[in-house]
């Protein structure tokens, strides 16, 4: 996964939030837009768009970001910077047998994962599907286990990227036909009526489809909130067959030769690059 882009009305407090709070670098600032992330990579795009609306609770887009951390102490370190920074925000954790997994709001109602994936040899799959489960997970035991001084005081230097991202749509069947038959993800998890999970190269999940606020929603109009996911395919032969099958089944998409962007059933623009193109 590449990286979320979000449409917001206050730039410098969500600047503020995705910086001071989460503990991503500004690594690139153009008024309207500040990126956000570690390194080179880009986690979050912030984009000012004052003139536009606030989603309705019940319409098409995003669930939230997941951000992942390459270690329990830079989860921690950052679970307890937005707990600090911005309290009443925590929505809740789990414990997801593939992942430690902790909830939040940002300053303008997008959510946010923030978790640690165990080591894959500890995933169970049977017949194809991974085992996740949501069994609560203690955040102060959490905290207390694997919060150092030195994440306590600042962000604890490492790898964090977006891990997956989750969206709500409004039905599951054309959910998992454009998202698994359409764009070529597999189907690791399915909660029939509720949601889809979908990845690549055998990761629990890079992206998720859920209509548990949504259900019904038609195809949205540009908001606050989600303004574009990123994919990125390993090479330029799979960016092309990625055209050609949009074309055998006529998808609008856009495609210059470097990425190939199209809007999914509701509306939600992806935007797909290879390595190094985008």
Known sequence: MGAVTLNVADLDAMTRYYRDAVGLEVI???D?????????????????????????PREAGL???????????????AVYSVAQKHPGTFTGSSDHFVSNAFYFDDPEGNGVELYWDRDRSQWSWVHGTIEMGTVYL?????????LTEEGMEHALPGDARV???????????TARAFYVDRLGFDETISIPGQAVFVSAGGYHHHMAMNVWNSRGAGRRQQTLGLGRVDIEVPDGDALGELGERLAHFGIDSRDDGRTVELDDPWGNR?????????
């Open 28 to 30: 690139d600032e153009a």
């Open 163 to 173: 891990g997956h991202v989750h969206l709500s749509v409004g039905d599951v069947d």
């Open 138 to 146: 203690d955040p102060n035991r959490f905290l207390a286990e694997n």
């Open 63 to 77: 669930f939230h970001t997941a951000i992942l951390f390459d270690s329990k102490a830079a989860l921690a370190s």
């Open 32 to 56: 309207p837009r500040v990126v956000l992330g570690r390194g080179t990579r880009p986690v979050i795009v912030l984009v000012h768009s004052p003139e536009l609306r606030h989603a309705g």
């Open 270 to 278: 992806i935007l797909v690059t290879a390595e190094g193109r985008g």
